[in-house]
Each structure stands twice: as structure tokens, then as C-alpha cells.
């Protein structure tokens, strides 16, 4: 005789809260959460199944049920204080004895992790001053926004004893940028130190409420001469990097950085071009990494002499946050560097938002099955198929794709089995190179993109689904004052680009969001329904149906940096958009009494 419990959460997006269908009237409460409501959204929550127990009297029997229940509601009411979030109670109907709990979760606390400067993984000096390895003049900046109903924001430092507020245009704190007719809270730091964490206390939870920002490195001397970018990035229990190549003249180092309070054990899984299943590494498979502190791990010396590299990072006790620093050497020749971030989860459409202006372009492929891959082009008069490919499963796969056509902007690579898959575009100066990696982007209705340090860039929309997106776009400058906006139709399986200083002067942060989607969304508005269902076992689960509208909208900014360019090198790097789509989820706890003969 058994009794078993299981909590659950369905990943969504949610218009509406979950309805009592038992006709209670429903309750909203919010709650209050410390810095260490710092988790990630995305992932599923773990299975709390309670013990079996063996025969007992009936009597025991309904006093265990009730005690496991109450404990395993204790332990869903646990996640979603642990989220920060607004919580609203339902029960459903009992389905032989069940019972279920379920609980809508509207992220509440948001951080994002931004990283210290591009830097070499050795700096140290052997033999003869010119042939010594050097990072140059090289600096870093940061620029970070939120948007929206943001009660507070801040920049600190990792340890947590440094705060910068952000501030809007009018130098008011976060919480009163409602009142500066549009304006956004900004704040912008030197990178050249240290990491930073980007912390944010959302008043609600709706799209285009959120924190956003980027750094970028660059640098006219030295081994690291270019530019390097990234969007600042969420932490997660779960992440896959996609690395080039750790042949000879490459360094991979992973940066892992854990914000919280309590230590995280992170293990290391990864897949090579050199066979298929697993590689062995030669270093450590575990590591721990210390609260509020940073750990790095050279990949290259963990998985030598592969041309290209997938790379999974799992954290079994809280969400880190990670990066890879991605540089390349030939001799004494600068061949680029740039940083790697996760790749969107797999799929069997992977888009990778940028390829404008990246030179010659290899796509990346992974599969853990056999896959049949197309790979096409997102061009302004629509798809162009560039190669089919096939991958095989568990091993990494590198396709050429040689120049970008004219007028091709993004890829895009559709596969039978779920995929993950990079670009890397690489522009040739002789004795310097630059390098930028374009990751796989999931879809959202509302962007954010901020361009620090005297970028210039070409911002690139594109459109995955097969319906015409009509875009609306707002120009901000450094300080947070809007600029201009404007419209832009992106046609189905297209892209289009523009220049952000179109939006009006000094234009370097932009917001783009899906018009069509939110037109649809207030069309649908109080549609949503949840409901109590039973599985042919009799657990009952919640499920639901949101009024919140599909979209096919990418977003990210090619970019270049006045100063590399006028010392006449290549300078290329990427800035994908930060996805400022309501954040929710529902979690459930269901009490299952079932007889096992």
C-alpha cells in the first residue's frame, strides 16, 4: 500500500491566474524576498516524491496522507518564496482521493550577471619582452537599464559591498522613472575590475517590464586588439555552451559565477567533433564554486584538440550564472576574441539572431540524435537555403557557410530532431583577426538592448514564424532619455536591419516589441482558463490555456567600436537582445492515494 506526492511546474507564459474551480473565492498575496531569491525561471522544479510506506492500518494510512500533503504543499509554497513572486491558491476537484494545490508564480527579483573585460588566460612573462603575451590597452564598459514597473535597481559587486542605483535621465532612483515621461533607469561602470551583478525588484510582472544591459571590451594593442560584447546573462541550473575550436592557438575559459549565499556544485558534461558520446575529460568533471565568487575552468585544457565543443553546465544546488571567454592566436598574431553565453534551449528551430557584417560564417551543430539539419539564411526578400547537413548524434558537426550573401542578415537551421546550434563569423585583416559568435536566440515579444562605449551598430530583426510581425521601437540614450521611436514591419521568414541612430541622437539603447502579439494579447485579454484534470492514474494535475500571443520576433545588434576602427583593425562582436516577456509559471502539489496491491 503506497501514497505517493509529486510538485510540478508548468513552464509558460500566463495572461490569466489560475481559476478556483471549486467556486472559493481566490487569494492574492504578495510576498517579501531576500537576495537569495536569485533562481531561474526556465527550469522545471523538481520532483518531491514521498516516501513508500508498507502496509498499515487505515487509520495510519489517512494520517500519513495528511502529513505528506501538508508537507508537500509546505514544499511548493517553499519554491515560490524562494522566487520572489505573487501567489494565487487553487484546488482542484478530489479524482480518487486526490487533491491538487496549484500556485500561479510572477517573478518578482530579477538579476543578471555582467562580466569582467575579455582577458587572457595567461598573462604571465617568459623569456625575451617580444615575444612576451600582453592584453594591450584593452577596457571594458557596462550598460544596464530596466524598463518598466521597477520599484528599485542597482549594479553590485559580486561580494556585495559595492552598490551603484540606477537612475533615470532626470537622476531620479528606479522606482520614480514612471514620472519622467518615458524615460528608462540607466547606470554604466568600468569592467575592467571586476564582475558585476545587476539586480533588479520588479513592481509587477508584465512584458517590457524587466533589466537588461551588456558589456564590451575592446582594445587597439596587445593580444586581445578587437572587440568582444555580450548581453549580461540570468543565472540557471541548467546551461549548454556551444565553444569553438581547443586546437592549438585557442584558449576556452568557463567562467562560472555564483551570486548567492550558499556554495553550488556544478558538474561538466561535454561533446566534441572527434567522436560521438561523451569526451572524457582530463580535468575535473565537478566543481564547486563559492558563494558570491567566480570560478574558472580552461576548457581547452579539459577537452583538447577539438575543432568545436558543446559544453553542458549543471548546478545541483542553486542557479550560477556563466560565460565563456573565447580567445584565438596564431604565433604572435591577435585572432580575435568574444565571449560565449548559453545556447536557447534545444529545438528544432534554432535561430541565431545576427550574422550582418561577420565576414565568412561556420555553423555549429548538436544533436543527441541523428538529426537532418537546414540551414538558411533569413534574408530581406525571405529564407534562402544555404546546406542541408546531416548530424550525428552526440557529436559536435561544422558546416562553412563562406561569406554572408548581400542582404542576409540571420540563420536560421530546422532539423526532425532537437538541435543546438552557433554561428561564428570571422573578418580576415592580415596580421590581426577578429572573431564574433552569434548564439541561438529563443523568440520573445519584447526586447532590450543596450550598447555601451561608443558602439556603433546595425540592429537586426528577424522573424522565424510564418506570419508577418509588425515592430514598434523606442531609442534611449546613455542617460535613459527616449529619443525617438518608430515602426518597422519584419515580413514571415525574414529579417531586416536598422541603424539605431535613426531613432534620434545618441541613440544606444533600444526597446523592441512585438506590436502584432500585443494587439493580440489585449484581444485575448481574461480568456485564460485553469483547470483540474485527471490522468488515466487519477493524479490530478493543474494545466492551462494563456491569451498571451506566439511570436516569431529575434532581436540583436552586429556591432564595431570607433576607436578599433580607426586604428584600422578588425573589430566584430554581437550583443543579442535580453527577452523582457512577462516571467510566470505555475506550480502544482497534488496528493495521489492509490492502492498498490
Given at each position: 500500500m503506497t501514497e505517493g506526492m509529486h510538485a510540478s511546474e508548468d513552464n509558460h507564459y500566463h495572461d490569466g491566474l489560475p481559476q478556483n474551480t471549486d467556486g472559493a473565492e481566490a487569494v492574492q498575496a504578495d510576498l517579501d524576498f531576500d537576495d537569495d531569491s536569485r533562481y531561474d525561471f526556465t527550469q522545471a522544479?523538481?520532483?518531491?516524491?514521498?516516501?513508500?510506506?508498507?502496509?498499515?492500518?487505515?487509520?495510519?494510512?489517512?494520517?500519513?496522507?495528511?502529513?505528506?500533503?501538508?508537507?508537500?504543499?509546505?514544499?511548493?509554497?517553499?519554491?515560490?518564496?524562494?522566487?520572489?513572486?505573487?501567489?494565487?491558491?487553487?484546488?482542484?476537484?478530489?479524482?480518487?482521493?486526490?487533491?491538487?494545490?496549484?500556485?500561479?508564480?510572477?517573478?518578482?527579483?530579477?538579476?543578471?550577471?555582467c562580466p569582467q573585460r575579455m582577458a587572457l588566460a595567461d598573462t604571465a612573462s617568459y623569456g625575451d619582452s617580444a615575444f612576451q603575451v600582453s592584453e594591450g590597452n584593452i577596457t571594458s564598459q557596462a550598460l544596464v537599464a530596466a524598463a518598466g514597473s521597477v520599484e528599485s535597481a542597482a549594479l553590485v559587486n559580486l561580494a556585495g559591498t559595492q552598490s551603484t542605483p540606477l537612475q533615470s535621465a532626470s537622476q531620479q532612483p528606479a522606482s520614480q522613472q514612471a514620472q519622467d515621461d518615458g524615460s528608462l533607469s540607466v547606470a554604466s561602470a568600468s569592467m575592467n575590475s571586476n564582475s558585476l551583478v545587476a539586480s533588479a525588484k520588479l513592481a509587477d510582472s508584465s512584458d517590457g517590464t524587466g533589466m537588461f544591459g551588456s558589456v564590451a571590451s575592446w582594445a587597439t594593442q596587445g593580444d586581445l586588439s578587437?572587440?568582444?560584447?555580450?548581453?549580461?546573462?540570468?543565472a540557471a541550473t541548467q546551461q549548454r555552451f556551444v565553444v569553438p575550436s581547443t586546437q592549438t592557438g585557442w584558449t576556452q575559459q568557463l567562467v562560472i559565477a555564483n551570486p548567492g549565499s550558499t556554495a553550488a556544485a556544478v558538474s561538466l558534461t561535454a561533446w566534441g567533433t572527434s567522436?560521438?558520446?561523451?569526451?572524457?575529460?582530463?580535468?575535473?568533471?565537478?566543481?564547486?564554486?563559492?558563494?558570491?565568487?567566480?570560478?574558472?575552468?580552461?576548457?581547452?585544457?579539459?577537452?583538447?584538440?577539438?575543432?568545436?565543443?558543446?559544453?553542458?553546465?549543471?548546478?545541483?544546488?542553486?542557479?550560477?550564472?556563466?560565460?565563456?571567454?573565447?580567445?584565438?592566436m596564431d604565433g604572435l598574431n591577435p585572432n580575435g576574441s568574444d565571449y560565449v553565453t548559453a545556447s536557447a534551449a534545444a529545438s528544432?528551430?534554432?535561430?541565431?539572431?545576427?550574422?550582418?557584417?561577420?565576414?565568412?560564417?561556420?555553423?555549429?551543430?548538436?544533436?543527441?540524435?541523428?538529426?537532418?539539419?537546414d540551414v538558411s539564411w533569413l534574408t530581406k526578400n525571405g529564407r534562402t537555403q544555404a546546406q542541408q547537413v546531416k548530424v550525428y548524434s552526440q557529436q559536435v558537426t561544422l558546416v562553412d557557410l563562406g561569406a554572408v550573401p548581400d542582404g542576409a542578415y540571420a540563420l536560421e537551421a530546422t532539423s526532425d530532431s532537437a538541435i543546438t546550434a552557433q554561428a561564428i563569423g570571422t573578418r580576415d585583416g592580415g596580421k590581426q583577426s577578429d572573431f564574433a559568435i552569434s548564439v541561438s536566440q529563443e523568440s520573445a515579444r519584447v526586447f532590450g538592448v543596450a550598447l555601451p562605449g561608443n558602439l556603433t551598430a546595425t540592429l537586426v530583426l528577424s522573424n522565424s514564424s510564418d506570419a508577418d510581425i509588425t515592430t514598434a521601437l523606442t531609442g534611449y540614450d546613455a542617460s535613459g532619455k527616449k529619443v525617438g521611436t518608430t515602426t518597422m514591419k519584419v515580413a514571415a521568414g525574414s529579417a531586416a536591419v536598422l541603424d539605431?541612430?535613426?531613432?534620434?541622437?545618441?541613440?544606444?539603447?533600444?526597446?523592441?516589441?512585438?506590436?502584432?502579439?500585443?494587439?493580440?494579447?489585449?484581444?485575448?485579454?481574461?480568456?485564460?482558463?485553469?483547470?483540474?484534470?485527471?490522468?488515466?492514474?487519477?493524479?490530478?494535475?493543474?494545466?492551462?490555456?494563456?491569451?498571451?500571443?506566439?511570436?516569431?520576433?529575434?532581436?540583436?545588434?552586429s556591432i564595431s567600436q570607433s576607436d578599433v576602427s580607426a586604428a584600422s583593425l578588425q573589430g566584430i562582436a554581437v550583443i543579442e537582445g535580453t527577452s523582457l516577456d512577462a516571467a510566470t509559471s505555475l506550480v502544482t502539489a497534488s496528493r495521489d492515494q492509490r492502492i498498490i496491491s
Open positions: 522544479m523538481p520532483v518531491v516524491q514521498a516516501p513508500i510506506g508498507r502496509r498499515a492500518t487505515t487509520k495510519r494510512r489517512l494520517k500519513k496522507a495528511r502529513t505528506v500533503t501538508v508537507a508537500v504543499i509546505s514544499a511548493a509554497l517553499l519554491i515560490v518564496a524562494t522566487l520572489g513572486a505573487t501567489i494565487v491558491p487553487w484546488r482542484g476537484a478530489d479524482v480518487q482521493g486526490s487533491a491538487v494545490f496549484a500556485a500561479q508564480v510572477s517573478r518578482t527579483q530579477q538579476q543578471s550577471y578587437g572587440l568582444s560584447a555580450t548581453q549580461c546573462v540570468a567522436q560521438q558520446g561523451a569526451l572524457s575529460l582530463a580535468t575535473a568533471a565537478t566543481v564547486t564554486v563559492q558563494a558570491q565568487s567566480e570560478t574558472t575552468v580552461n576548457l581547452s585544457a579539459a577537452a583538447n584538440a577539438q575543432r568545436g565543443l558543446v559544453v553542458d553546465v549543471d548546478s545541483h544546488t542553486v542557479p550560477v550564472a556563466a560565460v565563456v571567454r573565447s580567445v584565438s528544432t528551430t534554432q535561430v541565431m539572431p545576427t550574422v550582418a557584417s561577420l565576414g565568412t560564417v561556420t555553423v555549429a551543430l548538436f544533436s543527441m540524435d541523428d538529426a537532418m539539419v539605431p541612430a535613426k531613432l534620434g541622437t545618441g541613440a544606444a539603447i533600444v526597446v523592441v516589441s512585438d506590436s502584432d502579439a500585443a494587439s493580440s494579447d489585449e484581444q485575448t485579454a481574461g480568456t485564460a482558463d485553469t483547470t483540474g484534470r485527471a490522468d488515466k492514474a487519477g493524479t490530478t494535475d493543474a494545466t492551462e490555456t494563456t491569451g498571451k500571443a506566439e511570436t516569431g520576433l529575434h532581436v540583436a545588434a
